[in-house]
């Protein structure tokens, strides 16, 4: 509704914005265009200048010698707006002269109601940019532990990273030779990022590519995790221990299942020992069939077409679904124009073909978890899922191979949860933004598409479901429904589009307590960032160690990472819950100075000295950046 304004986001800031009246980015100056735009300008009464693009735009050619000439006669046109040729600058400096109150302002999200299908489309893509976006930050971290920096790789991988996050690469909207270059480009840039984090690793000890019997375990995440590991191992009974406790364990099918415990930003080391100690079978802690998963928490039940018909939470005692969840379905999707962009709303009036479930198994059940293997049919296309749950936990993860081979057809996965709320919370970089769950005004009924990243959330004050994902974004949420939008099938601008392999985990999470009050963050940055686990040759000093944290909860460090100048390392946090705190920040060791940066790494003002710890006040959403100089 407005042209020239205040935006205000998440935290509270707000930034002038301007949006064309002209609507175009591609004029061609034409004096009917510039009358149009005029009248169109709803900030008129506060200020007599717009912006205007001209010329071919999105990779067209640029301004021809047309548009110039007709810009330079309409300089001083009766009954035309005055044409002048500036830069953005200049104008912008203008209307930042006009007092804030005189400007509207939005606050919160800028709803685009076009292209929902470049959430999905050209999925591989997409799973590159989150996997390239993980493994970087991985390996940012493990260069500040390991105090060596190969800038000049890893900036070159930024830059290629960076480059297919394009208007048209990224979304899914370029030909088929563009993903054939792009993918290439991701897939060798993982492979090299994965051979720096070996080399990195390798100062803290030896590593080696065989089977060993020592391993080290680095968790880059703010918060301690306990997992299972998966270790490989002969089959047999073995001491495993990580420098504080060991237990007897025992391998099977060439494996150990390991509950370890990693310190958050840190490492735990580990290693296996022979045992040829006789101990009894531990009764499992699952209660597992090709229909059922029951650890102490949750019990999970399956039905005949492979939906999850019930999700029982026995410390709450209560049901956590309204209806099926894991219902995969086949939808039309034929939108009225730009396949590859758009996802048009009347795909819901059709009727869904629900994948078609051939077998099923119970693929594996130890002490600490359980496995349900499903395949199914859709279309023409395959799907194979593993259904797991873990001891201790509530996650239901959900990994799934698609042989994908359709044409304008829609993959989308829906739960039915039961959760009374008129709102959900969806993440977004840096935090979390709630939108309606309800249809009441058009503005609400548009939004039937809409991004995430990690998750969605639906919560009462008691209780909550989240959906959690590994690399998709288009949700639908309506209601009590979350479904989640998987895989696409256009046809105009990459006849080829997503038609291969496909390999993505999906998971649902109910938790007690709201949002707020859950470990939902924590859980879908853990499965998104898996630890990682190296073998090594001998066991370093420090056999448990965790470099920085924050004492009390509601800020995570996001970042840590050597400085662009070399000049320390940055640290970049940032408040979780839209809510005001005080925190205190610790490292491993004292540092000479903390001084507070703006996001480019300019300081502004020292923080403390000569200390390993600090606190620090954090507004709603706030993102502040600290460099630390030891």
């Not at 993440?427 to 609400?444: A, C």
């Not at 909860?553 to 970049?572: H, S, Y």
Request: with cysteine; aromatic share 10%.
């Amino acid at each position: 509704p407005h042209h020239t304004f205040n935006w205000e986001g998440i935290d509270g800031t707000k930034i002038l914005t301007h949006f064309l009246p002209t609507n175009d980015y591609n004029l061609a100056n034409l004096p009917s265009q510039m009358i149009t735009s005029e009248k169109r300008y709803a900030q008129n009464d506060v200020s007599d200048e717009f912006l205007n693009l001209y010329g071919i735009g999105d990779g067209g050619g640029g301004p021809s010698r047309e548009h110039i000439e007709m810009g330079l006669r309409q300089k001083n046109l009766e009954g035309v707006p005055k044409f002048k040729y500036a830069f953005a600058q200049e104008f912008f400096d203008k209307i930042a002269q006009i007092p804030a109150e005189k400007l509207p302002t939005w606050v919160g999200e800028l709803y685009l109601e076009l292209h929902r299908g470049t959430y999905t489309t050209q999925s591989l893509m997409k799973k590159h940019n989150r996997k390239l976006e993980q493994k970087l930050h991985n390996v940012e971290f493990l260069a500040v532990l390991a105090g060596e920096f190969p800038k000049d790789k890893i900036d070159r991988i930024w830059k290629d990273t960076l480059l297919n996050q394009f208007h048209d690469i990224l979304p899914g909207s370029s030909i088929n030779w563009v993903y054939k270059d792009a993918n290439k480009l991701s897939a060798e840039n993982l492979k090299k990022l994965e051979k720096i984090e070996m080399d990195l690793i390798g100062r803290f000890a030896g590593i080696v590519e065989e089977n060993t019997e020592k391993y080290i375990v680095f968790n880059s995440q703010p918060w301690v995790r306990d997992e299972i590991l998966k270790l490989p191992a002969a089959d047999g009974q073995y001491w495993i221990g990580d420098g504080e406790s060991s237990k007897i364990y025992t391998a099977k099918d060439g494996f150990v299942d390991y509950n370890i415990h990693v310190p958050a930003l840190g490492y735990t080391c580990i290693y296996l020992e022979n045992s040829d100690m006789a101990i009894p079978v531990k009764e499992n802690k699952f209660n597992a069939s090709a229909k059922h998963l029951e650890n102490d928490l949750i019990q999970v039940e399956i039905d005949d077409e492979g939906c999850i018909s019930s999700i029982f939470d026995k410390e709450e005692r209560r049901e956590t679904l309204a209806g099926k969840a894991n219902l995969l379905q086949l939808w039309e999707d034929e939108p009225n124009n730009w396949g590859a962009w758009d996802v048009n709303h009347f795909y819901r009036e059709t009727t869904p073909e629900q994948a078609k479930r051939i077998s099923v198994e119970l693929e594996l059940v130890s002490q600490f978890r359980a496995i349900i293997k499903q395949e199914f049919t859709a279309g023409n296309s395959k799907i194979i899922q593993r259904i797991s749950l873990m001891q201790n936990s509530r996650l239901i993860k959900i990994e799934n191979e698609v042989d994908w081979q359709e044409e304008h057809k829609m993959l989308r996965v829906c739960a039915e949860v039961q959760i009374q709320t008129n709102e959900a919370s969806f993440e977004i970089q840096y935090g979390t933004l709630k939108r309606p769950t309800h249809s009441n005004t058009s503005w609400d009924a548009v939004k039937f598409e809409v991004a995430a990243h990690r998750f969605v959330d639906l919560s009462q004050p008691d209780y909550g479901f989240a959906l959690l994902n590994d690399c998709k974004y288009g949700h639908y949420v309506k209601g009590n429904t979350l479904d989640l939008n998987l895989l696409r099938s256009p046809k105009d601008t990459d006849k080829e589009a997503d038609q291969h392999q496909h390999t993505f985990t999906f998971a649902y999470y109910p938790h007690k307590g709201s949002l707020i009050e859950s470990d939902v963050l924590q859980q879908a940055h853990f499965l998104n960032s898996p630890l990682i686990i190296r073998p090594i040759t001998e066991l370093p000093e420090m056999k448990n160690m965790s470099y920085f944290q924050v004492i009390r909860d509601g800020v995570k460090i996001e970042t840590i990472k050597p400085a662009e100048d070399g000049n320390g390392i940055i640290l970049r946090l940032y408040e979780t819950a839209g809510k005001s705190c005080s925190v205190k920040l610790e490292a491993w060791k004292e540092w000479q100075k903390l001084i507070e940066t703006d996001l480019l790494e300019n300081d502004e003002i020292e923080i403390s000295e000569n200390t390993e710890k600090t606190d620090l006040l954090f507004e709603p959403f706030e993102i502040r950046t600290f460099r630390i100089v030891f």
